[in-house]
């Protein structure tokens, strides 16, 4: 039987900023479904305002009021900067970054800044997004930022030789690389933001029916249908990081099921979270030795 308890909590969010990334689709939408209810004001970016503009008609409008629907295509770095500055603009504070939007197994292609797709969407994006709102975060401690990662990251390896994959690409080794990022980017951040208010968690959401498995073959799905789960399943564990106030001292952790669980051992390296974050620095053109800690 699929895991399928739902994550309980009386918790408000009145008053209180979310951004959150990919939520006009599956976990996202479910999850802005679910902190809309709780009064929080939401800022959802979305690669497409019409797809958009469609997952907003679902919503129901809290009193946090109408989400704000803003374009993002994190596989473009511009992109980040432009929707980073329109929420820079309106929202002093950031209560809470949900790192949700991702890309998986697909066939070898590149971003417009010439990163691999998977890499580049799931966390090069999504690095540069979460430095951006760095300031919006501190101001808003506590504070929380939530990278959605996945059990896939197990499988992963940090190709840093060619990070790439120019050679040798297989669409799933490309997402256990972005996926293991992910885990190793959540360690790294905690690391350089201890102290300031601001609180990180990596989540896998489950296996999740949703647009994620477009370019996998039936046999997979059906294969995985014992133990897939719905959307709103998938979001539980983001609501936890989100909302448990057992969370609110601990940061930089791995969590499914709505409980802390053991990541890789690669995902616990320390030497190579520092050099993810160094290699990510220059990538996106940040300067090097940006240390948000001591900022
Ligand atoms: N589903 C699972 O079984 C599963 C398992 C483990 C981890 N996860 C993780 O859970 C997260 C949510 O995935 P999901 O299952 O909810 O999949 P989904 O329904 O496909 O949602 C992914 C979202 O990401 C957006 N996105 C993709 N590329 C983007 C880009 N370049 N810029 C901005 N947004 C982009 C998609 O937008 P469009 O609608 O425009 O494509 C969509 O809104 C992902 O990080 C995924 O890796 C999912």
């Known amino acids: 039987m699929p895991w399928n308890p739902m994550y309980r909590s009386e918790a408000r ?5 979310v951004v959150i990334t990919g939520a006009n689709s599956g976990v996202g939408k479910e999850t802005a479904r679910d902190l809309g209810r709780r009064g929080a004001r939401l800022i959802l970016g979305v690669r497409s305002l019409e797809r958009g503009e469609a997952a907003l008609r679902e919503l129901p409008v809290g009193a946090g009021g109408k989400p704000l629907l803003l374009q993002l295509d ?130 896998h959401p489950g296996v999740v029916r949703t647009e994620l498995w477009r370019h996998q073959g039936g046999w997979l799905r059906a294969l995985l249908r014992p133990v897939v789960r719905s959307p709103e399943q998938g979001a539980q564990t983001t609501l936890y990081c989100a909302l448990a106030p057992e969370l609110e001292t601990v940061s930089g952790r791995y969590y499914a099921d709505c409980k802390e669980t053991q990541p890789s051992r690669r995902a616990q390296s320390d030497e190579d979270a520092a050099r993810l974050w160094a290699v990510s620095e220059r990538l996106v053109g940040l300067p090097a030795a940006t240390d948000p800690g001591t900022q």
């Not at 969010?13 to 900023?17: A, E, F, R």
């Open 13 to 17: 969010l009145d008053g209180k900023t």
């Open 74 to 203: 994190l596989a473009s770095l511009e992109s980040v900067r432009c929707f980073a500055a329109a929420v820079r603009q309106r929202e002093p504070k950031v209560h809470l970054l949900i790192n949700n939007a991702g890309v998986m197994a697909c066939p070898r292609a590149e971003t417009a800044d010439g990163f691999e797709l998977q890499l580049g969407t799931n966390h090069l994006g999504h690095f540069l997004l979460t430095h951006l709102l760095l300031d919006q975060l501190r101001a808003a401690a506590p504070a929380r930022v939530i990278n959605l990662s996945s059990l896939a990251h197990t499988r992963g390896q940090m190709h840093f030789d060619d990070l790439m994959l120019t050679k040798g690409y297989t669409k799933w080794k490309a997402y256990y690389q972005s996926k293991l990022a992910n885990v190793l980017f959540t360690r790294e951040l905690a690391r350089r933001l201890a102290g300031s208010g601001v609180t990180t968690y990596a989540v």
